[in-house]
């Protein structure tokens, strides 16, 4: 995210809107964009918030992303994809083991005028959830949600998010 930013010459306090795509974060709350919203040094006023949505997922929120900025609700939208699925896959499946692997990457979605470098031209995200059995994960397979519900690792500082909501509002 950070070499991202610096390519682009834009420093984390001028960053409005940041986008993660994940489908194997770390953890579940807060989400990947807010995670790297607080390690950038973004402003709380950026908005923060993920995608779920596997292979498509960065594409959907560069989608998201040239929405925003071709709107004008947001001038600096920082697009992140991330996977760890080496963590989820049965090595033993040679006929899946191969597709998947860990990476992440990170963009500045600005606006430009057209026919400047770096204008995007077009979007097209599709799906078919017909096909949706074929390759899957199912969520009691993953690591972090083996636990009973009652037992899930969910915490809240009640009383610092207490005093963190009675501060903006």
């Known amino acids: 995210a950070l070499a991202a930013l610096k390519k682009a010459g834009v420093s984390p306090s001028e960053v ?3 986008i993660g795509a994940t489908t194997s974060p770390d953890r579940w709350m ?4 807010a995670t ?3 390690k950038i040094g973004a402003p709380p006023t950026a908005a923060a918030f993920d995608l779920l949505a596997a292979c498509a997922g960065w594409m959907a929120g560069l989608q998201v992303a040239d929405a925003m900025v071709r709107s004008g609700c947001r001038k600096n939208v920082l697009v992140i994809g991330s996977e760890a699925l080496s963590r989820f896959v049965n090595w033993k499946d040679r006929t899946t083991c191969v597709l998947f692997g ?3 990457g990170a963009s500045l979605i600005q606006p430009c ?3 400047e470098p770096g204008e995007i ?3 097209e995200v599709h799906s078919d ?3 949706g059995d074929i390759l899957e994960t199912l969520v009691k397979e993953l690591p972090l949600l083996r636990q009973p519900v009652g037992d899930a690792p969910a915490t809240l500082a009640g009383p610092v998010a207490r005093r963190m909501a009675q501060a903006v509002w």
Do not use: E, H, N, S
């Open 102 to 104: 860990d990476g992440a």
């Open 16 to 18: 409005d809107l940041i």
């Open 129 to 131: 959830g017909r096909f």
């Open 36 to 38: 790297v919203q607080a």
């Open 113 to 115: 005028k057209p026919g």
């Open 121 to 123: 031209l077009a979007v």
């Open 30 to 33: 807060p989400c990947l964009a």
